[in-house]
């Protein structure tokens, strides 16, 4: 009679659970949030820097927050789950259903807490291969988004500068050579930034810093940014695979708890036959309608 | 501590590159107007030879600099306006004093040439009232 009430009672509990975890879910959707900007300095910086300023700005924020406090809350339910499924195995009777009980209740929790961070994840993925698009579109814009005009004036500009290169040296020399003037402040002042600016190239150049840019990234920022919208196109994918892994470990919760309540179902019917025919009015009249 | 490294080297890293290109505003308008006074020195009939040729080397020297400053502004580069289109259609006559001591010719002849006179035409023009 007992175990009978439990079903209600455990079917009261999922829904007040589930119910309790849709409302909350809807509360922090709204403080969980990642706003990523993509800004004219964002699409200058050096491609490494780019992943780098991307992350950062994604950890400063409420998403990445939830999402460490749902990975920890998912942790701590793991570990519950392990005890209560050990407690389980080693209790018995009414103490062994009640843990069983227990058990689903915490697998429905975890499953929840999965699902809710699936969603952090999913919204963060999609984010940010968003902001990796935005910046491809704007990088091969400013690349190739020029008119016709635009780009015969780049390549004009680009041969008279050629021009001026290769002369520059006789047409010096000759200045020299018609006039005893000295050489302008311009001249002088331009000759001495440029052999300022040879120093600092070379430095840069040499920079260790700037060798592991070389050596680890020799691609286009182009494609170094393709390949980062694949990576997150593959993570998303992943996150889908988990999501119907989820849903079939929630199909065998559901089951367990199908059994579980049938098996308390029949315990009952069977101990409520016992019982019956314990108190059986039949059998002590019996010897009354022998004799 | 190591927060502000890294928003330190970020700062300089987004200066560097924002004020790599900063823009040198009228390079062109300076070379154009530095090229007519140059020119208007070479057609003014109110000079003395000397006073001509004085004049000439003053603005010549100048037109150097300010061509080459032309040549090396980087903020020019794509820039789609008369001005800059202007400039770069005729390195010849846009850049006259370069191109005459490319050329090893006079800049006057030089202009000239470019503007389709010959020395020999106008050596053999007649003067008469129109």
Redesign the interface.
């Known amino acids: 009679m007992i175990a009978s009430h439990k079903i209600p009672i455990l079917t009261a509990v999922l829904l007040a659970i589930s119910s309790v975890a849709v409302a909350s879910e809807a509360v922090n959707s709204k403080s969980q949030a990642w706003n990523p900007s993509v800004t004219e300095?964002l699409i200058?910086?050096?491609q490494n820097?780019l992943k780098k300023?991307i992350d950062?700005d994604f950890q400063r924020s409420p998403l990445a927050n939830a999402l460490d406090d749902v990975k920890q809350e998912v942790k701590l339910k793991l570990q519950t789950l392990g005890d209560l499924s050990i407690a389980a195995e080693q209790a018995d009777g009414n103490l062994r259903t009640e843990l069983r009980h227990q058990l689903l209740v915490e697998k429905r929790q975890y499953l929840n807490l999965i699902k809710q961070r699936q969603k952090l994840k999913k919204e963060y993925l999609e984010k940010r291969r968003r902001v990796y698009k935005r910046i491809m579109a704007k990088l091969l814009y400013q690349k190739i988004g020029?008119?016709p005009?635009?780009v015969d004036?780049?390549k004009?500009?680009k041969?008279?500068?050629t021009?001026?290169q290769r002369?520059f040296g006789?047409?010096d020399m000759?200045?020299f050579a018609t006039?005893m003037?000295p050489q302008?402040r311009?001249?002088s002042k331009?000759a001495k930034n440029l052999s300022a600016a040879s120093a600092l190239l070379k430095a840069i150049a040499a920079h260790p810093e700037n060798k592991r840019i070389v050596e680890t990234n020799p691609i286009d920022k182009a494609d170094y940014l393709r390949r980062l919208v694949a990576d997150t196109d593959a993570e998303l994918a992943l996150v889908q695979q988990e999501q119907e892994i989820v849903g079939y470990m929630a199909k065998l919760v559901s089951l367990n708890a199908t059994a579980l309540a049938e098996g308390i179902v029949e315990d009952a019917n069977k101990t409520g036959t016992e019982t019956a025919e314990q108190v059986s009015p039949i059998t002590p009249a019996l010897k009354y309608f022998i004799q | 501590m190591r927060k502000w490294t890294q928003a330190l080297a970020a700062t300089a890293l987004v200066a560097a590159v924002t004020t790599a290109d900063a823009a040198h505003a009228g390079s062109i308008e300076n070379m154009e107007r530095e090229r007519a006074i140059l020119l208007e020195t070479y057609l003014s009939p109110d000079m003395t030879a000397k006073e001509r040729h004085a004049k000439a080397n003053l603005s010549k020297r100048q037109l150097i600099d300010l061509e080459r400053i032309v040549l090396r502004d980087k903020s020019l580069v794509g820039r789609d306006t008369p001005a800059v289109s202007r400039a770069f259609d005729n390195y010849d006559l846009s850049f006259l004093v370069h191109a005459s001591l490319e050329k090893d010719l006079t800049i006057f002849d030089h202009w000239l040439q470019q503007t389709g006179v010959s020395k020999q035409a106008v050596m053999n023009a007649t003067r008469r009232r129109r």
């Open positions: 300095k200058k910086l050096p820097y300023s950062r020029k008119t005009k635009q004036q780049v004009k500009q041969a008279a500068y021009r001026f002369t006789a047409v000759k200045i006039t003037a302008s311009y001249a331009y």
